[in-house]
């Protein structure tokens, strides 16, 4: 059973995958939370922060909050699979070793803990996942490059390659989109301002939603769900509505049940 939620900054919103809130949400959706078996993140996971020593068992952290964050983590009864957001170490997750998953590649941060790659599609429980992630920071000019800010949060253009070949080679049709930003018709579901079409225009500005905006135009999926915007709607309306921004609220998926 996967458990779906929003962005958990490091330590500052752990309790998204607190034993408390996992119960709540998995009990409104009529579920014992002791059945989940992989818990995705959709971006800032943020962990590691800090960087520190790596090697072919994961990451060693230095500084306390990763260390204990490691820590509880690794306690947890289910494995953690995080999606790649814009307030993530990239420097450290392109040191991270490689392991196969799901017949793919993920990358490793402990035993328990793993990102995922952008672009890649990957079945988990025979569900198929499409794995985008990225966001452009909107406080650039706050944070301080390769400290709290890494360049690799906007896709490359041979990435973005990579991943519509992936799409070519498997098909336009998946069971489920995740991403860190939105594409624009999602994130209009939490951003009013988008109906003002220099409003729209500016989202645009990021480069992952333009590049999620044209996956969508492509792709045939059941939900798509996202995190960035930090708003629980999608929660509320997972049962109507395609797109489902989340923050600490959890979506469950086991079945094609909404
Ligand atoms: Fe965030």
Known sequence: MIYITGDTHNTIDISNLSAKNLKKYCSWQGRNFKSITYAMVLGDFGLPWYDCPVDEKGIHPE???DLYLLQWYNKKPFKILAVMGNHDNYNMIEKLPEVDMFG???LKVSDNIFYLKRGE???IEENIFLVLG???SYDKEWRKLNLNLWAQEEWTVEEELACLKRIENYGTNVDYIVSHTGPIEGISCVESSCDDESCRNAFM???NVRFNTKIDKMMTYEKWFFGHWHRDWGYNH???SKYIPLYSAGVIV???KF
């Open 205 to 207: 500005k990021d480069p």
């Open 254 to 256: 086991d079945e094609r």
């Open 121 to 123: 599609i990957y079945n």
């Open 238 to 240: 997972r049962k109507e």
């Open 63 to 65: 500084k306390k909050d």
């Open 134 to 136: 990225g966001a452009q």
């Open 104 to 106: 793919k590649k993920v």
